[in-house]
């Protein structure tokens, strides 16, 4: 199977569901939840669909998209690239620090092949910090990467993460044997990969 083009196809999926969202934003709620998305967007597929699925909902005001995990300025690319394609740019772009990891991004071809000039992310805890300030108690965290970026909120400023109106998090299992597929023998529960990337941050 070839990996490029079934990607391609995949996009072209998220995309047309992108599309959407103008029309459903006509019919959308007079008060809509304030989200920032928190994303490891790049390698698995699932990240993409869901930023695409929050854009095309029209109960979310989007207030900005954040990367992390690995290369989180070519993450962030990926995330620019997506939302430029379905004229969605004026959604803010923040990338946090930079983590050693080594996922490859299979979806560096798509950021890598965006017309746009190449250009540096502003810092994601800065972005959020920003953001909080200016909504205090109403914006919804939904961090679906390992928490690096959290974490680093919580340990520049606590109070103002506090501000927060609540985090949705991806993280942990409801069940033993996560990440048991079958292929080796049965051992047991297994740490669910965003906390298991960066347990200090979920530890906070």
Avoid: C
């Amino acid at each position: 199977m070839r990996v490029e083009p079934l990607l391609r196809y995949v996009f072209l999926f998220l995309f047309a569901l992108l599309l959407t969202s103008a029309l459903l934003a006509q019919t959308a709620p007079v008060s809509r939840q304030k989200i920032i998305i928190d994303t490891d967007i790049g390698d698995d597929i699932d990240d993409a669909f869901a930023l695409a699925l929050a854009l095309s909902s029209p109960e979310f005001e989007m207030l900005g998209v954040t990367t992390a995990w690995g290369d989180t300025q070519l993450r962030a690319r990926v995330a620019e690239r997506m939302l430029s394609d379905t004229g969605m740019d004026n959604i803010p772009i923040a990338a946090g620090a930079s983590t050693e990891s080594k996922l490859v991004l299979d979806h560096a071809p798509f950021a890598r092949s965006f017309w746009k000039p190449i250009r540096h992310y502003a810092p994601a805890v800065d972005f959020m910090l920003d953001e909080i300030r200016k909504y205090p108690h109403e914006i919804t965290l939904l961090a679906i990467a390992p928490l690096k970026n959290v974490g680093d909120l919580i340990g520049r400023d606590p109070n103002t993460f506090g501000k927060l109106k609540r985090v949705v998090m991806m993280g942990g299992s409801i069940r033993r044997g996560y990440n048991d597929l079958g292929y080796t023998s049965a051992h047991g529960p297994d740490p669910e990969y965003n906390i298991a990337s960066d347990t200090e941050s979920a530890r906070r």
